[in-house]
């Protein structure tokens, strides 16, 4: 029987009594779910799933997202295109370069960012799984954006009660200094407005709504919503918000990303670390979604 043990006083629970690779009956899927809602994060320790079990396990929670790398020549991926690959390896399982484009792409990663956030309908869970850590570092940051919105200030709350912020994939790259997009990468990722405040439906709670991607606030000065969103993401990831996990060979990760934001660690990159992530995509964008709250 699947239990959870809370690991985190926040917001990150354990999973024991379940092996991915069988097929998870509708009581479980429910008890997960539930779980979600009310940690945030799940953590499935010592899994041996490959990527179809991965992809099957996921697709039970709704349609499965797709990478954000645009086909480019002489760019073959490594995964099924509905992987995002979170590795520094090459289509041969190679290290890459350390010039290689694919992985300063990738460095954008290391900003705190909900997954998608770029996208009008952005992804509601994500499934982080790990073939190969690297012997130290590669951690992944999480913040918890419900907590983080509860300890706002009235008068903050007010003020950021009915913005809309616009998420630009190129903003978070230009931010690093990685402008190296061709027209058509452009034209793919057009701005997504999202509401700066969620409800969360499975829970009520209010959360923060914030990424790397955030570039501007409507019906503000450029310069106004950028110190807005800098000092939200400032509050948002104070110590007291955010939970480290290290990896570890067989770990998989499974967030809500209306609950959570979470940012990639530093490591040597000339060691492998293959980790592989599916998204669960929501099903109506998050300006319809507070339309009908
Ligand atoms: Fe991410």
């Known amino acids: ?9 926040l917001f990150v629970g354990e999973v024991s009594g379940i092996d991915l690779r069988d097929p998870v009956d509708a009581e479980t899927q429910a008890a997960l779910v539930s779980a979600l809602d ?4 799940l953590v499935f320790h010592d899994q041996k799933i490959d990527d179809e079990q991965q992809m099957a396990f996921s697709a039970r929670f709704g349609p499965l997202g797709q990478t954000a790398i645009v086909k480019r020549k002489g760019y073959t991926p490594r995964l099924n295109p509905h992987f995002t690959d979170i590795s520094n390896l090459d289509e041969n399982s190679e290290v890459l370069a350390l010039n290689d484009r694919r992985r300063m792409m990738a460095l954008g990663n290391r900003l705190w960012h909900t997954d998608h956030a770029f996208r009008p309908i952005p992804s509601k869970y994500s499934l982080l799984f790990a073939h190969a850590v690297p012997s130290e570092g590669g951690e992944t940051e999480f913040a918890d954006m419900r907590a983080a919105y509860d300890a706002l200030p009235d008068a903050r709350k007010a003020q950021v009660a009915d913005k ?18 061709a027209p058509e990468e452009h034209a793919a990722f ?5 509401p700066l405040v969620r409800t969360h439906s499975g829970s009520g709670r209010k959360s923060l709504y914030l990424a790397a991607y955030a570039s501007e606030i409507r019906d503000m000065p450029v310069p106004d919503g950028r110190i807005l969103l800098r000092d939200l993401t400032e509050h948002a ?8 996990h290290n990896w570890r060979v067989g770990d998989l990760l499974m967030w809500d990303n209306r609950s959570l934001m979470h ?5 040597d990159m000339t060691q492998r ?6 998204t ?14």
Request: without cysteine; neutral net charge.
């Open 1 to 9: 029987m699947v239990e959870f043990k809370q690991v985190h006083s």
């Open 38 to 41: 009310t940690y945030g994060m």
């Open 263 to 267: 940012r990639a660690g530093d490591y």
């Open 280 to 293: 669960v995509m929501q099903e109506i964008s998050t300006m319809d979604e507070a339309r009908v709250a």
């Open 190 to 194: 057009p701005p997504a407005p999202h």
């Open 273 to 278: 670390r293959d980790l592989r992530r599916l």
């Open 237 to 244: 990831t104070q110590r007291q918000f955010v939970y480290t």
């Open 164 to 181: 809309v912020a616009m998420h630009s994939l190129m903003y978070s790259r230009e931010v690093i200094g990685f402008t190296d997009f």
